[in-house]
């Protein structure tokens, strides 16, 4: 899973420094449940790696934060029988941070502040997407299925204050991502 995220940052005095758009990678797998050819539950388990670089006192800094995601979302879909299938989804995800990091390259500067990434455990955010899924067989029970997933974090994920010698990095900041996906379904 290709995912585009884009962080926004306060450096040490409070400016805001918005970080560059990059592409981090994922993966993951989904079960589902069809309540009927158009409705269905949906449950995925996904780890994503999200990567930001940005400048601060001419120090380059270079933020990676891990997270397991589990959205369970209300699946709509045009008909789970036809050889292909639109799909749309919406409903929570739980985001669990399980690392955090930060590294710094300097040209020749130092920093006399010690910058920490306090980043929040867990959050919570809204997933939403839509996937296109071709029957791969005579009965349509292997699908190859493709589409875009998108989160709206609706919590903060800064972490704790820091002491007077150290700042923290991310402050006030939600996860927005945008990500595609492609894979394989197999219907029971």
Do not use: C, W
Not at 67 to 88: A, E, G, R
Not at 113 to 119: G, N, Q, T
């Amino acid at each position: 899973m290709p995912t585009f995220t884009s962080l926004t940052l306060n450096t040490y005095n409070g400016e805001t420094v918005q970080g560059e758009a990059t592409v981090s990678y994922g993966y993951g797998v989904m079960l589902g449940l069809n309540l009927s050819r158009n409705i269905g539950l949906q449950a995925e388990v996904s780890y994503s790696d999200i990567s930001q670089s940005y400048k601060d006192q001419n120090l380059e800094r270079q933020i990676h934060i891990n997270y397991i995601n589990v959205p369970v979302m209300l699946s709509l879909n045009t008909d789970k029988t036809k050889p292909v299938n639109l799909n749309f989804v919406v409903g929570p995800q739980f985001g669990i941070n399980v690392g955090s990091s930060m590294s710094t390259n300097s040209s020749g500067s130092t920093d006399t502040l010690h910058a920490v990434l306090a980043v929040r455990q867990s959050d919570i955010g809204l997933a939403y997407g839509a996937g296109l899924e071709f029957a791969l067989n005579r009965i349509h029970t292997i699908r190859f299925d493709i589409g875009f997933r998108g989160v709206y974090g609706l919590v903060n994920i800064d972490g704790t204050t820091t002491s007077n010698d150290t700042y923290n990095v991310l402050i006030h900041a939600t996860r927005k991502s945008y990500g595609g996906y492609v894979g394989l379904t197999f219907l029971f």
